[in-house]
């Protein structure tokens, strides 16, 4: 290859998503080495703009590309399909020598010893683990802000939300600082940040991935049915990848030849901005000619923001609230009200308020019981339903709000979650596989997402439909503004 080439190349690795630089460094076009300085010096340029990565393993990173290059002619390709290749993992997942802290103030110093599983899983693939991303206190909210750390802005606009719980993982995305990365989802966190930031992102269906090592961890049942482990990316072929790299067993491959579309209507009694309506319109018109499709809602739909929250709240938040507060009977209230006034406090204004929301909407143990049978009829008729069906439902009204609006829409005393929370809850309430892609822009030129669901097992057929819908509209593009 030509140094001209090799220049080309090079400068348009931060364009790459992981499965090309995959394949460069396998061809020996360029090295890991290079791949992961150029990265660094982007994330060095654009951090801080942008606040995304929190902590950084830059110079260990360095050897261990030099370590792999040196290794190349040795390796299992089969087995190490991501060697060489630099990664980003959020905040909440262990790496072995760096923090979590959960954005806590009384955690700052806490260094792991192990690796999470699914880290684990991802340097034996090859992977090279190069810097952790910033999330919301204890990932406890919708937008990325913490006392530790800071706020992360959007990929595309420095005034807007970049969502949460995995913020700074789709904002570093977003502008090209890694090519793909690791992340968690309980309510749309893998989700919205994927759809503010125009990345793909894909949360897997219940129980199919480790969470060990992931903090704070789900110590109720019907909490860990809600979240999964996932991947944020540039492409769909890069998430199902990374989803095949870490998941826990193999799923059985669904026809997709007898797939059908179910497409949420516009007209769904929830809101929806013209914009991602449109681009609905769109999609459905476009897969007419591949799929059965239909305009639908599906079973459970109107009821799931409701029971998201009652899940959410099960234990009135005792499980967040006793890691957030650094004493034995704290006063969440009297915490809320000084941060209010003097933003002095160590526990973010946001995750007080939630904990504040989740002992108001406790359920009681009827309540429980009722919703524990609910979750039971519910998960016999779905997984019945969407047997052969996959659903296309946009993520959320609209795209990325300015800084503190998503909160307050969702965090409201006037339960305004029920009006913004489905498209969202849905698959986190009934354990299913989501993927989001990239669909467009709208008149802000802020990115519109939408996504792809069905039951476990169906995941190769969301991936299928997952690339026709990325090749027709365009999917990632990288955010240049601030280079």
């Not at 902590?55 to 290794?71: I, P």
């Not at 034996?124 to 990325?144: D, M, Q, V, W, Y």
Request: charged residues 25%.
């Amino acid at each position: 290859m030509s140094k001209v080439i090799n220049l080309k190349v090079k400068n348009n690795l931060i364009n790459l998503d992981a499965t090309e630089i995959a394949e460069l460094i396998k061809a020996k076009q360029v090295t890991s080495e290079e791949v992961t300085s150029i990265l660094i010096d982007h994330i060095q340029k654009v951090n801080p703009a942008l606040n995304a990565v929190i902590e950084d393993r830059f110079s260990e990173a360095k050897k261990e590309a030099k370590q792999k290059d040196k290794e190349i002619d040795s390796v299992n390709w089969d087995l190490q399909p991501l060697y060489g290749v630099p990664l980003s993992i959020k905040e909440s997942l262990h790496v072995k020598g760096m923090k979590t802290t959960g954005g806590i103030v009384h955690r700052k110093d806490l260094i792991m010893s192990t690796d999470s599983d699914v880290v684990h899983k991802l340097k034996r693939a090859g992977a090279i683990i190069l810097c952790k991303t910033n999330t919301p206190s204890l990932c406890f909210c919708h937008e990325t802000d913490n006392k530790l750390y800071g706020r992360t802005n959007n990929a595309w606009n420095k005034k807007r939300t970049a969502g949460g719980s995995s913020g700074g993982e789709a904002a570093l995305i977003g502008v090209g600082g890694t090519p793909v990365g690791m992340s968690s989802d309980i309510g749309g966190s893998i989700r919205f940040p994927s759809h503010f930031n125009g990345v793909v992102g894909f949360k897997p269906g219940k129980f199919q991935v480790s969470s060990e090592g992931h903090f704070p961890p789900d110590n109720i049942p019907l909490k860990t049915r809600m979240s999964s482990i996932g991947p944020i990316g540039k492409t769909v072929r890069d998430v199902q990848l990374v989803y095949e790299i870490i998941k826990e067993k193999k799923e059985k491959k669904a026809f997709y030849e007898k797939m059908q579309i179910e497409i949420l209507p516009n007209d769904n009694g929830f809101p929806l901005s013209k914009q991602t309506a449109l681009f609905m319109d769109k999609i459905s018109e476009y897969l007419k000619d591949f799929y059965q499709t239909n305009i639908s809602i599906p079973p459970y739909f109107n009821d799931s923001a409701t029971i998201w929250q009652e899940i959410m709240s099960i234990d009135g938040g005792k499980e967040i609230r006793d890691l957030a507060f650094n004493s034995d009977r704290p006063n969440i209230w009297k915490s809320y009200m000084q941060e209010k006034m003097t933003k002095k406090t160590p526990v973010h204004l946001y995750l007080s308020w939630a904990l504040l929301g989740a002992n108001l909407f406790k359920p009681s143990k009827k309540r429980k019981k009722e919703i524990e049978a609910f979750i039971e009829e519910g998960d016999r008729a779905l997984n019945s339903y969407l047997k052969n069906r996959l659903l296309i439902f946009p993520v959320y009204h609209c795209s990325a709000l300015k800084h503190g609006d998503l909160f307050k829409e969702i965090f409201s005393i006037k339960k305004t979650y029920t009006e913004y929370m489905p498209y969202i809850a849905y698959a986190n309430v009934w354990g299913l596989p989501s993927l989001t892609i990239p669909i467009g822009f709208d008149e802000k030129h802020l990115p519109i997402g939408i996504q792809i669901m069905s039951r476990n097992e169906n995941e190769h057929a969301i991936f299928k439909l997952g690339k026709l819908l990325e090749s027709k509209f365009g999917g990632y593009i990288r955010s240049t503004i601030y280079d």
